[in-house]
């Protein structure tokens, strides 16, 4: 692997706690990368540097008093901007929460702040997080740093851009189908969808409650690990908050797979499902290679049920969203467009400030959870959902780890699949049964495809399975192919320039 | 319930009553954060994040609720049960999320009944729990959201915890409906779940109403009355829309599934919505919370605490004077069945327990103690005591207390002895000839005018002390001698 040791988070915080770099220089860095690429690509929708140079500085001022601003200590961190930040605008992407100031902090904000991390800006994505490449967002499209004519996936785009630009060596995600490793995967990072509850959802705008998860981006799998264990751990704020502390991550990464069950997906691997690209299913095969070399039992497996998931998918998840959505009605906040009574003024405000996905899935929603509708739409998918779950508990009986191939191609040019949403949506087809199963997954950059894009391998694992999780990306990690394009090329060493101590 | 001929609202017409009762539950914070639940304060000032619906904010279910919810169901012999609340999806500006959380298909009380005073009893269909929303002014437009110039909302209000109690549609008439939401009042003060005060809108009453010909065994078409403030307008919209309704049906006309709006003003209900207009509330599982499934030892334990109920303390009262339910409910509802009991365990009449309770104690027993009512119903009973004098040395146990013989002699209500009453009244008729034979041979009416003028006398001549009773009573031995 060849991300330089100088710019991972580890390294950096260390470096700042010890007092031999300081936090304020370490920000100076990465701001400067912004300046230089941000024009191009527009990772961020906000970038608040005054307000990272005086986080910068207070830490800097605790260590120099002897104290230990944390785990994160002076580390650049980048929020997806569907993450409350009290004070500080948070749009969603969408002109409907254009200008609103969130009153209070999201909860994993406030543990990277108690951690010493320093908020540099709030990323773009697909509007309310409804989309697979940033482009539906209304503040412009975020271009892949390795290949700005090509999307960087979504929908958290612009997080997996600004790690992949160097522009933070962290990023915070939420993924409700994959809008974690799927743009993990086409901008050649590390993504993680951490197990539904490991990570507080109180202060993330919702789109769909019971499948959305909050989770890092990073350039090494160490440094999601390290980001997860300060995000991660329950918060009474969130009901859904599984009731333990977060799991340590950091002490078994070295841990290896010599003896893990590890099952290839055959419904999501094999020559059977339409659209996964030869050359992603290539570098899967030589992933499966590289655990089975490293001590693992890999074999291939079924899981049946997980090609329901992308059809019950976009049942559960707009009918959730036709109701979280609800609420942008211009009475109390952002967008309103006046009009004679309030039923004109709601209609005249979401009209106005929805884009046509988000109105598309909340048609979808409203429809699905109809009277006379509900069984055969919601009720049915509801059903799948059990199947999944059961189909995955029956494969956790046989394996430790499952794998599969994180996104089916890897990154398509701008604007070739807008005209049509299915095509869009087919590229969730892997990542969705875990948020359906409400289980870990990650995708781990392995090699690159034919046009020199990167591919990303999916680790699965059953429920608070991270630790077993992460070691097999650990391995997969050593094992990637050289001349990683994130991270072995010139993005990251012109950008920051803080490889160089 | 009652197919009693004399609570037909329209003659040959039955009333078939069902009530939705709302209550406020008097926890400290709201339903699903710790905003202040409490009434009035500055408009939107008892308001955080969750209970304005502000995007990322999220439901943490407030444990007290959920006991006070238990409490309901456990009073009203409901199965408390594992549940799940929903999203009832409807846009409405003070509906801060545009969907309010409520439970639906599984309440957390379902199947319990409720006794009235008159020991009928009323099924309970369920008791869930749900947040309240906030109140819209409309400003301009006579009030209504339709034609307001602008509206104000106050969200103070949105998300205090409800519990919403379906009853069955056991009701027949405005007596019944106004005593089973009385009834229910008192279970929800007693137990401490809600202060159930109408006028400030912690208890509020939806009313299902249909009618049918006597006899009929099919129900009617039913509408449903919003926007009731008082017991009294409860009974008014009843009778109302019972007339409404069977005037419909005779004129050839059908009634139409409706809610309905009651105007106490005009004392008459109008037409909200109909069934075609009725909201799709799209309900669907609530991904944010958790399913409740309060433990046995926690509902055993909540049931151990719960106080004596209305309906308890009725038979109570009802076994120890030998009376009926229904006589025994008001001394339970001035809070006097104690004192009632005890006194009637320490020996006193329980007819004149009752009769002074009922009478004289309507602002309160004071320092009136068990022991003292029973020796002052002794007195009275045994003669010492006029009535009068008995209401008089009362009112000055309830505001002083005391021993009732020692307060009778202190206001100077000697007895006298039978001799000295029969002297006086002999003395009197003596007196007064011609009014005696007037008594003795007059008729009924004749006899009755001049009773009280023989006990007049007898009063202003014994200064009050005599005994009305024993007076009639000498005057009757001295005619038929």
């Not at chain 1, 785990?71 to 254009?98: F, H, Q, Y």
């Not at chain 1, 851009?161 to 994959?178: E, I, M, N, Q, W």
């Not at chain 1, 499902?273 to 030589?286: F, N, T, Y």
């Amino acid at each position: 692997m060849s991300t330089p040791e100088g710019t991972t988070a580890r390294v950096l915080a260390s470096d700042i706690r010890s007092g031999a770099r300081s936090a304020r220089t370490v920000l100076e860095e990465h701001l400067e990368a912004i300046d230089a690429r941000e024009g191009e690509i527009n990772a961020f929708n906000l970038v608040l540097a005054d307000e990272a140079r005086a986080a910068a500085d207070a830490v800097d001022a605790r260590v120099a008093a002897g104290e230990d601003p944390g785990p994160l200590a002076g580390v650049p961190v980048a929020l997806k901007d569907n993450m409350c930040t009290r004070g500080v605008p948070t749009t969603c992407s969408s002109r409907i929460l254009e200008g609103w100031r969130p009153p209070y902090d999201a909860t994993v904000v406030e543990r990277l702040v108690a951690a010493g991390a320093v908020v540099v800006g709030k990323t773009n994505l697909d509007e309310f997080a409804m989309g697979s490449s940033t482009e539906n967002s209304a503040f412009g499209v975020t271009r892949n740093p390795l290949d700005p004519t090509k999307v960087p996936g979504g929908s958290s785009g612009g997080s997996a851009a600004a790690v992949a630009a160097g522009f933070t060596p962290l990023a915070l995600g939420s993924d409700t189908g994959g809008s974690i490793r799927q743009p993990a995967a086409l901008c050649g990072v590390v993504g993680v969808k951490p197990t539904y509850g490991a990570v507080s959802r109180y202060g993330l705008v919702a789109f769909a409650s019971s499948l959305d998860q909050i989770g890092p981006f990073s350039r090494t799998v160490a440094d999601s690990a390290l980001m997860l264990e300060v995000i991660g751990g329950h918060d009474r704020r969130d009901s859904t908050s599984i009731p333990e502390p977060a799991p340590d991550l950091s002490s078994v990464l070295d841990h290896g797979v010599e003896g893990l069950r590890i099952g290839v997906i055959e419904e999501l691997s094999g020559d059977g499902l339409e659209g996964i690209a030869d050359d992603v299913r290539a570098r899967l095969h030589e992933a499966a290679a590289a655990l089975e070399a490293a001590g693992a039992t890999v074999a291939t497996t079924s899981v049946p049920s997980t090609v329901y998931g992308l059809s019950a998918y976009y049942v559960v998840a707009p009918a959730e969203a036709s109701s979280n959505l609800a609420r942008y009605d211009g009475v109390r906040f952002g967008l309103r467009v006046d009009a004679p009574n309030a039923g004109d003024m709601n209609t005249a405000t979401r009209t106005a400030g929805f884009g046509d996905e988000v109105k598309r899935r909340i048609m979808l929603g409203t429809y699905a959870l109809s009277a006379g509708y509900y069984d055969a739409y919601y009720g049915k998918s509801q059903k799948v959902r059990t199947l999944i779950l059961e189909d995955f508990a029956r494969a956790y009986g046989e394996f430790d780890l499952l794998l599969s191939p994180t996104a089916p191609t890897t990154a398509f040019p701008i604007g070739e699949k807008t005209a049509d949403p299915m095509t869009m949506y087919l590229n969730d087809v892997c990542t969705i049964p875990s948020n359906l199963a409400g289980h870990p997954s990650m995708s781990v950059p392995f090699g690159v495809g034919e046009d020199g894009m990167p591919v990303g391998v999916q680790v699965l694992a059953p429920a608070s399975g991270e630790p077993t999780m992460f070691r097999a990306a650990k391995v997969l990690e050593a094992a990637a192919p050289d001349g990683h394009p994130a991270v072995g090329g010139t993005m990251v060493g012109s950008s920051a320039g803080v490889r160089h101590e | 319930m009652s197919d009693d001929a004399t609570t037909e609202i329209v003659p040959g017409w039955e009333t078939i009553i069902g009530l939705e009762v709302h209550a406020e539950l008097a926890t400290a914070t709201k339903l699903f954060s710790d905003a202040p639940n409490r009434f009035g304060g500055e408009p939107n000032t008892y308001v955080d994040p969750v209970s304005l619906g502000l995007p990322g904010s999220l439901p943490v279910l407030n444990e007290q609720a959920v006991e006070l919810a238990i409490r309901v169901g456990l009073s009203l012999h409901c199965r408390v049960q594992r549940s799940v609340f929903a999203r009832k999806n409807y846009f409405y500006p003070d509906m801060p999320k545009d969907f309010q959380i409520s439970q639906y298909d599984l309440p957390i009380n379902e199947e319990g009944w409720m006794e009235l005073a008159d020991g009928r009893r009323v099924g309970i269909e369920r008791a869930h729990l749900e947040e309240d929303t906030g109140k819209s002014t409309h400003v301009g437009g006579g009030g209504r959201i339709h034609e307001a110039g602008h509206s104000l909302v106050d969200y103070n209000r949105a998300g205090v915890p409800l519990i919403e109690i379906v009853g069955a549609p056991d009701l027949r008439s405005a007596e019944d409906a106004r005593a089973y939401v009385s009834e229910l009042r008192s279970i929800l003060v007693a137990i401490g779940a809600s202060d159930g005060k109408m006028e400030e809108g912690s208890m509020r009453v939806d009313c299902n109403v249909s009618v049918r010909p006597v006899g009929d065994a099919v129900l009617g078409t039913r509408c449903e009355i919003k926007n009731i403030n008082s017991l009294r307008s409860l009974g008014r919209a009843i009778v109302y829309e019972s007339r409404r309704q069977v005037d419909l049906i005779t004129s050839g006309e059908r009634v139409e599934q409706q809610t309905r709006h009651w105007n106490e003003d005009e004392g008459r209900t109008h037409k909200l919505r109909s069934k075609e207009e009725a909201y799709d509330y799209r309900y669907f599982p609530e991904p944010d919370l958790v399913p409740v499934d309060p433990s046995e030892e926690w509902i055993e334990s909540v049931r151990a605490a719960l106080p004596v109920l209305p309906r308890e303390r009725r038979h109570r009262l009802a076994e120890a004077a030998g009376v009926d339910t229904a006589t025994a409910s008001l001394t339970v509802e001035r809070g006097m069945d104690d004192l009632a009991v005890d006194a009637i365990g320490a020996g006193a009449d329980p007819a004149r327990v009752l009769v002074h309770v009922e009478n004289n104690l309507a602002d309160g027993a004071g320092a009136l103690t068990a022991t003292s009512f029973a020796a002052l119903v002794a007195m009275e009973v045994g003669g010492d005591l006029t009535a009068t004098q008995a209401k008089t040395v009362l009112a000055t146990l309830v505001t002083d207390g005391g021993d009732p013989a020692a307060v009778a002699t202190d206001l100077g209500f000697e007895a006298m002895d039978d001799g000295a009453l029969e002297s006086v009244v002999d003395d009197l008729i003596a007196a007064h000839p011609e009014d005696w034979v007037a008594f003795t041979s007059g008729d009924d009416k004749e006899r009755k005018k001049k009773s009280g003028f023989f006990v007049g006398m007898v009063m202003k001549a014994t200064n009050g002390q005599a005994d009305g009773r024993a007076v009639n009573e000498i005057l009757a031995r001295r005619a038929e001698a």
